[in-house]
C-alpha cells in the first residue's frame, strides 16, 4: 500500500507524442510499481474520434512496445483499467463540463491538469478549466516547454495562466531536472564537505555543459521551425542545469530556498552585447550526412521546413557569472541535432597544478575533472592522474566511476515518472517559478534579437559531427578544448 494522494490525472493531448512515449510509459512504471494510488485515475484528452477501446488499442501498438523488458501482462492489464479516453476540442467550453461530469463532478481529491500541447493552448485551456470550475485549490497544472517563444509572448502565457491558478499550483516542467544524476549532483555538491571548498573560481578552469541529440527534427518541422535550438533548449534544459552547478548552497531543501537560490544564478549571468554575441555564439544547421552510418537529410530537407530557413539547430555560447565565487569561469553551454553522439553532460574542469613536478601527458587538457553523465547512460567519473606501472615515472589518466546503475540496485525511476510523483504530492522544488522564467527569457533576448538584427545566418555542419568547426574555435580561444576532443 502506498501513502500516494488519490488522484484525477489528465492529459490534454493525450494522443499526442509526449504521452505516449514519455508520460504513459512513466505512469506505468510508477504503477508497476507499486507507488501509485490504487484508485488513482487517468484522463486523456484528444481531438480524434476514438472510443475508449480504440483508444485502449492505440496504446496496445505504441506504448506497449516500447516497455520492452519492463512488460508485465497482468500489470499492464490493471494500468489500462485507471485509463479514461475522452474527446474534447480545447475551444470547446462544453467539452470541459463534460470533463468535470466525467470525473464525478468536482472533488477534494487532487486533480493534475497536464498541458501536453502546443503553448499557445495554454490560455484557452486555462481559461476553460477556470470557467468548469476545475481550478480550485487542489487543481495543479503542469505546463509544457518552451513557454512561448520571446519574453512577451512568455511574459503573457504567464500572465493568462495566473489569472486562474495560483504560483503553487503551476508546475512548469524540465524533465532535465528530474534526472537522477542532476539529484546527485546536489547530493555531492552540498552532501560532502569534499567538493565544494573546490567548488569556486580559484580551482575551477571551466565548465562545460552539453545536449546533444542524433535525431533531427522528427516530423515537427513546422514547430521546430519557429523555435531553433536557443528556444528549445538552451533557454530551458541548458540554463536550469546551469543553475543547479553554480548555485550557492541552499539554507533548506524546501521548494523556495532551492528556487530563490537558481534566480540568483540567473540574475547574475552577464548580459550580452551586440559585440559579445559575434564573438561567443555560434550558430549552426545540420546539412545532409550519415548517422550511425545511414544516410540522413539535411534540415532544409526535413518535411514542413522553410527551404530557405535560417532557424539554428545547433548553438554554442560562453557565458560568465559576475558574482565572486565564479568571476572569470567561463561556461560552455551547447546543443545540437543530428550530433555524433546521443549524450547530455556536464563536464567540470578543475585547474591544473601549478607547478609540474612528473612528465605531463601531451593530450591532457585538464588532468582533474568531474563528469556527471545525464544521458544516455548516468553516471559521475572523476578524473585524475596516476603513475602508470614500471619504473619510470610516467602518468597517465584514469578515473573514479560512479555507475548508478551498478552501485545502486533499487528500481530506476526516469525523470518523468519523478517529475509527475512530485506533482501528484504537491512537491515544486524541481519545476520553475516565473521569476526565474522571466530571468532567463530576459537573458535570452538579446541574442535572439543580434542575430535577427544583423542577418547572422547559421554555419553549415555536416550531420553526424560535432556541430560547426566556429564551435572548437569559441573554446580554442580561451585556451581549452571540448571534452570529447581530450
Excluded at 546536489?186 to 564537505?193: D, P, S, T
Amino acid at each position: 500500500m502506498t501513502d500516494a494522494p488519490n488522484f484525477d490525472l489528465i492529459f490534454f493531448g493525450g494522443t499526442g507524442d509526449l504521452t505516449l512515449r514519455k508520460l504513459l510509459p512513466a505512469l506505468y512504471a510508477a504503477h508497476k510499481a507499486g507507488i501509485l494510488h490504487p484508485d488513482g485515475r487517468i484522463f486523456t484528452l484528444g481531438r480524434r474520434n476514438l472510443e475508449q477501446a480504440g483508444y485502449l488499442a492505440l496504446l496496445n501498438t505504441h506504448v506497449k512496445p516500447g516497455l520492452g523488458d519492463d512488460f508485465d501482462a497482468p500489470a499492464w492489464a490493471a494500468f489500462l483499467a485507471r485509463i479514461r479516453f475522452q474527446r474534447l476540442d480545447a475551444n470547446n467550453a462544453d467539452d470541459y463540463q463534460r470533463l468535470v461530469d466525467a470525473l464525478g463532478g468536482l472533488s477534494d481529491r487532487v486533480t493534475v491538469c497536464y498541458l501536453a500541447t502546443a503553448p499557445d493552448l495554454f490560455t484557452t485551456i486555462c481559461t476553460h478549466l477556470a470557467a468548469a470550475g476545475l481550478n480550485h485549490a487542489n487543481v495543479r497544472v503542469v505546463l509544457e516547454k518552451p513557454l512561448g517563444r520571446d519574453l512577451a509572448s512568455s511574459t503573457a502565457i504567464n500572465a493568462a495562466v495566473g489569472r486562474h491558478f495560483a504560483e503553487n499550483q503551476i508546475y512548469r516542467i524540465d524533465h532535465y531536472l528530474g534526472k537522477e544524476s542532476v539529484q546527485n549532483l546536489m547530493a555531492i555538491r552540498f552532501g560532502n564537505a569534499l567538493f565544494e571548498p573546490l567548488w569556486r573560481r580559484e580551482w575551477i578552469d571551466n565548465v562545460q555543459i552539453t545536449i546533444a541529440e542524433q535525431l533531427g527534427v522528427e516530423g515537427r518541422g513546422e514547430f521546430y521551425d519557429r523555435m531553433g535550438a536557443l528556444r528549445d533548449v538552451l533557454q530551458n534544459h541548458l540554463l536550469q542545469l546551469l543553475c543547479i552547478v553554480a548555485m550557492e548552497p541552499p539554507v533548506s531543501l524546501a521548494e523556495d530556498a532551492i528556487r530563490d537560490e537558481k534566480l540568483k544564478v540567473l540574475k547574475a549571468l552577464k548580459p550580452f552585447s551586440t559585440q559579445d554575441v559575434t564573438e561567443r555564439t555560434v550558430r549552426g544547421q545540420y546539412r545532409a550526412g550519415a548517422i550511425d552510418g545511414q544516410p540522413v537529410a539535411g534540415y532544409l530537407e526535413e518535411p514542413n521546413v522553410a527551404p530557405d530557413s535560417k532557424t539554428e539547430t545547433f548553438v554554442a555560447l560562453q557565458a560568465e557569472i559576475a558574482n565572486w565565487r565564479w568571476a572569470g569561469v567561463p561556461f560552455f553551454l551547447r546543443t545540437g541535432k543530428r550530433m555524433q553522439e546521443r549524450v547530455a553532460e556536464i563536464v567540470v574542469n578543475f585547474r591544473n597544478v601549478p607547478h609540474a613536478v612528473f612528465p605531463m601527458p601531451l593530450d591532457v587538457h585538464s588532468a582533474n575533472r568531474l563528469v556527471i553523465r545525464l544521458q544516455p547512460k548516468e553516471s559521475i567519473q572523476l578524473y585524475f592522474l596516476a603513475k602508470e606501472p614500471g619504473d619510470t615515472m610516467s602518468l597517465q589518466s584514469t578515473y573514479l566511476n560512479l555507475d548508478f546503475h551498478t552501485m545502486f540496485k533499487a528500481r530506476w525511476a526516469d525523470a518523468y515518472e519523478r517529475l509527475l510523483l512530485d506533482v501528484i504530492h504537491g512537491r515544486l522544488a524541481l519545476f520553475m517559478r516565473r521569476d526565474e522564467q522571466v530571468q532567463a527569457w530576459t537573458w535570452v533576448e538579446p541574442i535572439i534579437e543580434a542575430w535577427e538584427r544583423h542577418t547572422i545566418a547559421p554555419r553549415s555542419y555536416t550531420a553526424g559531427s560535432w556541430g560547426p568547426a566556429a564551435s572548437s574555435s569559441l573554446l580554442s580561444r580561451a585556451g581549452v578544448v571540448w571534452h570529447e576532443e581530450t
